[in-house]
């Protein structure tokens, strides 16, 4: 509840205009430059996901629409 992070997200591709990969990128940075440690699971309208985070793991995962289940806990920050 540091910075209202998916809230963060969803400003920044409204207002910017970025897509979901770079306002992600843009959110974690800056939870990051306030000391704040976490992630998110963030979904486009077209069905693009992304998992970025900050902290050493996170518990993550999504289903592609063909049905392939990827879940992670610890691991590299991932951007899909």
Known sequence: MLCVTAY???ARMKYKGLGLEDAARE???HLTQIGGEG???AVDTQGNVVLPFNSDGMYRGFM???GQV???IYGQNRLR
Do not use: H, Q, S, Y
Request: hydrophobic content about 45%.
């Open 39 to 41: 992630g998110l699971i």
């Open 70 to 72: 990827e879940i992670d």
């Open 8 to 10: 963060d997200l969803a």
């Open 27 to 29: 959110t974690i940075e």
């Open 64 to 66: 592609t629409a063909d």
